[in-house]
């Protein structure tokens, strides 16, 4: 069994991982567990900041029964270890301070001492390690580089082996370093663009992606680095050359050699090549807005974009086999108590030729990215052609 320790949206997180590996359950607020054959790599993942291995289950949330059985394992694990081990200890969800978690470090330290073993103990003044200082340690990725993730919930402790945490510096790296960036027609996070197309789920090596909406090309991106062929198509002359720039800025520093494709199209009318694996875009969003919108501005804005949207699902419906998944970034518009105003499109999905995936972790229709001061959320609408 594993553990994925979720995003700041934890619901767009577990349903990342229920499309791509089917058995997941919510174990804390802040974490899942899931069960695969599977090889896990966290890098694939835009939703989850650390994965883990489960090495203990206790059945308790008392700390100090829960250090014993900690302290107990790895007395017995690491017996005879040579050369010098570095460890991290991360709580989530558990009643216990940073003074208590190092002092059960410092005396997993003290017995490896005692048997010959040398330990380096990671120091932090929080009860968890943020995933920067994780990746920077390279905890989880070698057997001498251990980081333990120790998850409460009601009566049960898990303790996982961490075997990877996010790489917030690369995610940074191929956003802020791409030759073309536009702020006026919105920046899709690469590692939400990385969850948009896990959503589609498990798809074939040799896959082949459409944006109808690819902007500056951040989908398209993210497509290439997980080795899919990319195809991009966008109604504004200036996009289709920021995608260009970016992706062959892309193909150079990563050294890619999957084919790509960009040209202009409005998505309402395009005749797209074949053949298309899956279909993952940011849509129209309509006009950004630094607060709610007044009920006459957001009428006119939804039905603008709710007509724009609905003529493109309606177009794409002729062109794509069914059962292809469909995964769209839709506007939903955030009042001043979180509320949200959702597209008249999106209870009448079936009219338009698709089917909305029933999720069994969280309900669809909390898949909602924002930040905590944005009105304009993204809904993410996962959808399959009938």
């Known amino acids: 069994?594993?553990?994925?320790?979720l995003g700041r949206q934890p619901e767009l997180s577990i349903a990342e991982l229920e499309r791509l590996y089917g058995n997941v359950a919510w174990f804390s607020p802040t974490v899942a567990t899931l069960t695969t054959s599977e090889k896990l790599d966290v890098q694939t993942l835009g939703g989850t900041q650390k994965l883990g291995r489960v090495v203990l289950d206790i059945p308790t949330t008392q700390w100090p029964r829960i250090s014993e059985e900690i302290i107990?394992?790895?007395?017995?694990?690491?017996?005879g270890t040579t050369g010098k081990i570095t460890l991290g200890l991360s709580a989530y969800d558990c009643h216990v301070s940073s003074g208590e978690l190092q002092k059960t470090g410092l005396r997993i330290k003290s017995t490896l001492k005692s048997t010959g073993g040398s330990l380096r103990l990671v120091p932090n003044k929080e009860i968890a390690l943020s995933t920067a200082t994780s990746h920077h340690n390279k905890l989880g990725l070698s057997e001498n580089k251990v980081e333990l993730l120790i998850v409460c919930s009601k009566n049960r402790t898990l303790v996982a082996e961490s075997i990877g945490a996010q790489n917030i510096t690369a995610l940074a790296a191929r956003d802020q370093g791409r030759p073309r960036r536009d702020a006026f027609v919105g920046m899709l996070p690469p590692k939400l663009a990385q969850l948009m197309l896990n959503l589609a789920g498990p798809?074939?090596?040799?896959?082949?992606?459409?944006d109808p909406f690819c902007g500056t090309g951040v989908v398209l991106q993210e497509a290439l680095l997980k080795g899919y062929s990319a195809y991009g198509t966008d109604l504004a002359e200036k996009m289709v050359h920021f995608s260009r720039d970016n992706l062959t800025w892309l193909e150079t520093t990563y050294k890619l050699t999957t084919p790509w494709e960009v040209a202009e199209g409005d998505a309402m009318?395009?005749?797209w090549k074949q053949p298309l694996s899956a279909v993952v875009c940011e849509a129209y969003l309509g006009q950004p807005f630094s607060a709610p919108p007044s009920p006459k501005k957001l009428e006119e804005v939804r039905g603008n974009c709710n007509y724009i949207i609905s003529g493109f699902l309606k177009n794409l419906s002729t062109q794509i086999a069914p059962g292809t998944p469909v995964v769209v970034a839709v506007p939903a518009w955030r009042a001043a108590n979180g509320a949200l105003t959702h597209l008249p499109l999106t209870t009448s999905l079936e009219k338009l030729g698709f089917t909305r995936v029933a999720?069994?972790?969280?309900?669809?229709?909390?898949?909602?990215?924002?930040?905590?001061?944005q009105v304009v959320a993204r809904e993410l609408l996962i959808l399959t052609k009938q």
């Open 269 to 271: 009318d395009t005749t």
């Open 203 to 210: 798809l074939p090596d040799d896959a082949r992606i459409l």
């Open 1 to 5: 069994m594993y553990i994925a320790l």
């Open 359 to 373: 999720l069994k972790a969280v309900e669809t229709d909390k898949l909602a990215y924002f930040r905590p001061d």
């Open 72 to 79: 107990k394992h790895y007395k017995k694990a690491w017996a």
